[in-house]
Nanobody, 126 residues
């Protein structure tokens, strides 16, 4: 499956952004989806995951209610709504697809994912 992220950009602290990830090539509903991020010099970090049917979601501990992941299988798209952004949220954000058999708690493990997008940059200014 091919994944293309969009929606990144420059935003002031406290602002919001909505990232999109459009999928093509295989049946989107066959995959659980996740968002990760990576800042320069740091390891890739799990942000959020969602089951193939949208019925369950899972978030990284740092999210603390600020971000929401959602998906629409009819549109082959997953979104990440990010509110109350902080400078430390600055990173490249990646969406990724994992087999729908992946259990929810394992969605935080990047090794569970078979496909990755190219990323979209989010920069939060103070």
């Amino acid at each position: 499956v091919q994944l293309v992220e969009s929606g990144g950009g420059l935003v002031q602290a406290g602002g919001s952004l909505r990232l999109s990830c459009a999928a093509s090539g295989r049946t989107f509903r066959s995959y659980n989806m996740g968002w990760f991020r990576q800042a320069p010099g740091q390891e890739r970090e799990f942000v959020a995951g969602i089951r193939w049917n949208g019925g369950s979601t899972y978030y990284g501990t740092f999210v603390r209610g600020r971000f929401t992941i959602s998906r629409d299988n009819a549109r082959d798209t997953v979104w990440l709504q990010m509110n109350s952004l902080k400078p430390e949220d600055t990173a490249a954000y990646y969406c990724a697809a994992a087999p729908r058999t992946t259990i929810l708690s394992e969605l935080q493990n990047s090794k569970q994912y078979d496909y990755w997008g190219q990323g979209t940059q989010v920069t939060v200014s103070s």
